[in-house]
């Protein structure tokens, strides 16, 4: 008897959702979700087969899959209503670099507005820490997750030789590559991939990575038919093989792919084209909360970092270029839309606080180690760890001749190697690969250039529009 009470109450509130859900919809999104309903029961065979029909989708915090998520969660519930029976889900949580803590509180409130906790028809996971795991909104982010992702930051600011500019580039999205890889590869149980993103986008991501391939000077199998599998063992493939993500010494070519060959082609389901005015209208704010808000600035534009980066541009500036920290929010009004920073104020210490919050939650980075980054001491045989000392810890020159020999992996005093890592972030070894290494070999040359070719987004940045970052906020003052 009680067991019957409690299904009726769970039957109760999944209607509820449902009505919440189409409440907030417009006509067009209501209309756009019938025909949703009637492609994924094409896809599944009919409606007798929509029972054992399991769909996979991917949620990385930004507006488009929480959108497509709500969509599919309406979907359910609706065929549940109607049939009595309905498809299964499987939902693979892939928090955004930098932003764990954020991203999993991101989720967590999204799946329960969702009311997918309590649901045997959804199954909820996570990628975190190389492993796909049932999601937990607690789940404590490795100590190494942290690392990994500061290192590769740090080792690619100084590969770039400090320019703020190229610090994160197309670099972010080999970042998701690892949870994207999983999430795809380690669910078995699926019958189709769903996905709000455009074709031509993921195929353009899959050019793109396979362009890092290729750079890398590795020959690239074409995939025929383009499947979602064959896009993550690129992604994937590219992430091992970078220099500052554990490949060897002697080169590329030694590392080992962890992707996803050898799997089938993955069916995929494409609604894109279903998603009515995803980035215009506001009823998932009025569903799920905010979605696309970031400290007071849009994910669409965060996805270049503005603040971030006008924290590193403040503080180059006033390191290196004997100017003051406020050229770095001069850089930003010129980045961002004049009504956002207007609304805002973009206060120097409000800017400040901010950057300095997203490099220490996400990366576990203080000025400090920014500041290293930004003169790139270590590189060439240390060419600039003079002018590096002068300008930020004129007291540690005289431990000068101690430090090369430390670089060189010498004998020297352990508190001098210590202060070296503290300082820069990055541990001993990093360190004397930079100080060792006066020119990479040509491939790792060619894949620096092509990620800093192009932003978060894939769209083309050309050499000139990054030099000409660097005098923005001179064109902005005057």
Request: glycine share 6%; net charge positive; hydrophobic share 40%.
């Amino acid at each position: 008897m009680s067991s019957h009470i409690h299904d009726q109450a769970i039957q109760y509130i999944f209607q509820q959702v449902l009505q919440r859900l189409l409440k907030h919809m417009s006509h067009a999104q209501r209309a756009s979700l019938q025909l949703l309903i009637k492609r994924l029961v094409n896809a599944a065979g009919g409606p007798d087969a929509l029972g054992g029909f399991t769909l996979l989708v991917l949620d990385s915090g930004d507006r488009s899959s929480a959108h497509t998520l709500a969509c599919l969660r309406a979907a359910q519930l609706n065929l549940a209503t109607r049939l009595q029976h309905t498809f299964n889900l499987r939902v693979v949580a892939v928090p955004s670099p930098g932003r764990y803590v954020e991203a999993m509180h991101h989720h967590e409130h999204c799946f329960n507005a969702l009311f997918l906790h309590d649901d045997p028809r959804v199954r909820l996971l996570m990628a975190s820490d190389g492993e796909l795991r049932p999601f937990c909104a607690q789940w404590p982010a490795s100590a190494q997750q942290p690392t990994r992702e500061r290192d590769a930051l740090l080792m690619f600011g100084h590969l770039c030789k400090g320019s703020p500019n190229d610090l994160f580039g197309s670099r972010r999205l080999l970042s998701l590559a690892e949870g994207y890889a999983l999430a795809l590869a380690g669910v078995d149980e699926v019958d189709a991939f769903v996905t709000g993103v455009p074709a031509r986008h993921r195929r353009r991501q899959l050019a793109w990575s396979r362009r890092c391939l290729q750079a890398l000077g590795l020959a690239v199998a074409r995939s025929r038919p383009f499947c979602e599998r064959s896009l993550a063992d690129s992604l994937i493939r590219a992430r091992t093989l970078l220099p500052w993500a554990g490949a060897t010494r002697e080169g590329p070519g030694n590392a080992r792919s962890a992707g996803a060959s050898g799997k089938a082609a993955l069916h995929v389901v494409a609604i894109d084209d279903l998603l009515v005015d995803v980035q215009r209208d506001d009823w998932l704010e009025r569903m799920l909360g905010p979605l696309e808000t970031v400290h007071g600035w849009r994910l669409a534009t965060f996805a270049r970092d503005p603040v971030p980066l006008a924290h590193l541009h403040g503080l180059r500036a006033k390191l290196i270029e004997q100017r003051t920290y406020e050229e770095g929010v001069r850089y930003l009004r010129a980045t961002l839309p004049r009504a956002l920073w207007e609304e805002g104020g973009l206060q120097s210490d409000a800017v400040h606080k901010q950057a300095e919050a997203h490099f220490r939650q996400g990366y576990g980075l203080e000025d400090t180690q920014l500041a290293c980054l930004l003169f790139t001491p270590f590189s060439m045989h240390g060419r600039k760890l003079d002018a590096y000392l002068q300008a930020c810890h004129p007291s540690m020159r005289v431990a000068v001749p101690y430090m090369h020999k430390a670089l060189r992996g010498e004998r020297c005093p352990k508190a001098v190697g210590q202060w070296l890592t503290d300082t820069s972030g990055l541990s001993l070894p990093h360190l004397q690969r930079l100080y060792a290494d006066p020119r990479l070999p040509i491939t790792w040359q060619r894949l620096l250039t092509l990620l800093t070719r192009r932003d978060a987004e894939l769209h083309y940045v050309s050499p000139s529009a990054r030099s000409r970052g660097r005098s923005s906020s001179r064109r902005t003052a005057s």
